[in-house]
Structure formats: structure tokens, C-alpha cells
């Protein structure tokens, strides 16, 4: 299955020149476009809900309110088990093995195993990336 590729992030100057067109194009009271809302809440992995409402002048309680539900909507529509990549690795180890992982939420792992080790290290790493050690 081939999966298109993932677009560039725009930069904050890119999307502060973007809204400063609409700005001065839009008709008296029109809202934000959704694309526009979009691209500013794509910054919000990179910069502070504070810089890019400020920058792009946007309220800031109605910016905290899409990038949370944007990030709530990401969470709970993408399932860590559905994209887990199993590891084929036969259950005995006879050599010296450093395994180090680190979730996006913040958690790492490092196992660290010399001579035979005898683990289901696919469990092991499952329930590292669900969260359901």
C-alpha cells in the first residue's frame, strides 16, 4: 500500500504573509477560511499557542480552542496498535543487543541485554507504545 507524501509544513512567515493577503482582500466581517485556520494550527507542534495568535492575530482562547481539538481529534482517530510494525526476531538473543525507544509523549525505553535473553520483545515493545504496561 503506498502512502502520498507528506506535505511541508508551512512557516510562520509563510502563513503570517497568507493571512495579511486575506486580510486585505476579505469584505467587511467575513470569518478566517478554514484552510487558513488550518495552516496556523499545523505551527502549533513547532511554536507556542501565544506566539502564533499573537503573530497571526488571532484570538488566542479561540486558537487554543482548535489546536486542542485538532490534537484530541489526531489522538484519538490514530490507534498505536494499528501502525505497530512487528519486529521479526527469533525469541533466543546470543548477542549483545541495546534497544532504545522514545514515545512522543515524552516516555523512553532502554534495554540493554548481553548473552542470551529470552523474551517476547514484540510484547514487550507493544505494550511500551500503547501504554498498556
Avoid at 502549533?44 to 479561540?62: F, M, N
Wanted: hydrophobic fraction near 35%.
Amino acid at each position: 500500500m503506498k502512502h502520498a507524501p507528506a506535505l511541508p509544513r508551512p512557516t510562520l512567515a509563510e502563513v503570517q504573509l497568507r493571512f495579511a493577503d486575506w486580510r486585505k482582500n476579505k469584505k467587511h466581517r467575513k470569518r478566517i477560511p478554514e484552510d487558513l485556520w488550518a495552516a496556523a494550527v499545523m505551527l502549533s507542534p513547532e511554536h507556542s499557542i501565544h506566539k502564533i495568535s499573537r503573530t497571526l492575530r488571532l484570538g488566542y482562547t479561540d486558537f487554543k480552542k482548535r489546536v486542542e481539538s485538532h490534537q484530541s481529534a489526531y489522538s484519538s482517530s490514530t490507534d498505536p496498535s494499528q501502525h505497530f510494525i512487528p519486529i521479526d526476531m527469533p525469541p533466543m538473543h546470543s548477542a549483545e543487543c541495546i534497544i532504545e525507544m522514545e514515545h512522543r509523549n515524552g516516555n523512553k525505553m532502554r534495554m540493554h541485554f548481553k548473552g542470551e535473553a529470552n523474551l517476547d520483545l514484540q510484547s514487550f515493545s507493544e505494550s511500551f507504545w500503547t501504554g498498556k504496561a
